[in-house]
C-alpha cells in the first residue's frame, strides 16, 4: 500500500516559480510516477511523468519547457519544478503512482485511469 503526500504549493505572481513534493511512503524503487493538475470547472489532466528508477521523462505540450520531474531516491520524493507561471497553470496538483508501469509512454501518461495511488493534493494559484 503506497501513501503519496504532496507540498509546495502556493500564490505566486505570473513568471515566478514553485517546487512542488510528493513524498511516497510505503515502496518507491519501481514505479511510474505523475502530476496532474486540475483547474476549477475543469477536468483532471496529465503534466509530466517519469520512472522512479530513472530514464524518459513525459510532459504535456502546455507545460514543456517550463516544468521539469526530479527525483530524490534517498528521500523517496518526486518533485515538479515549475517556472515561468502563467495564470493558466492555476489549479490543485495531485502526484499519482502506478505500480504496473502502464502509464510511463508518452502516449498513456495522461490517462489517470491508469494510476491507483493518489496524494490530496496541493493548490497552486498564479496571478497576473
Known amino acids: 500500500q503506497l501513501q503519496l503526500m504532496e507540498s509546495g504549493g502556493g500564490s505566486v505572481q505570473a513568471g515566478g516559480s514553485l517546487r512542488l513534493s510528493c513524498v511516497v511512503h510505503g515502496y518507491y524503487s519501481s514505479l511510474c510516477m505523475a502530476w496532474f493538475r486540475r483547474a476549477p470547472g475543469k477536468e483532471r489532466e496529465g503534466v509530466a511523468a517519469a520512472f522512479t528508477g530513472g530514464g524518459s521523462t513525459y510532459y504535456d505540450d502546455s507545460v514543456k519547457g517550463r516544468f521539469a520531474i526530479s527525483q530524490d531516491n534517498s528521500k523517496n520524493t518526486l518533485y515538479l519544478h515549475m517556472n515561468s507561471l502563467k495564470p493558466g497553470d492555476t489549479a490543485m496538483y495531485y502526484c499519482?503512482?502506478?505500480?504496473?508501469?502502464?502509464?510511463?509512454?508518452?502516449?498513456?501518461?495522461?490517462?489517470?485511469?491508469?494510476?491507483?495511488?493518489w496524494g490530496q493534493g496541493t493548490q497552486v494559484t498564479v496571478s497576473s
Open positions: 499519482a503512482a502506478d505500480l504496473t508501469f502502464s502509464a510511463c509512454s508518452a502516449s498513456r501518461f495522461r490517462s489517470k485511469d491508469r494510476y491507483a495511488y
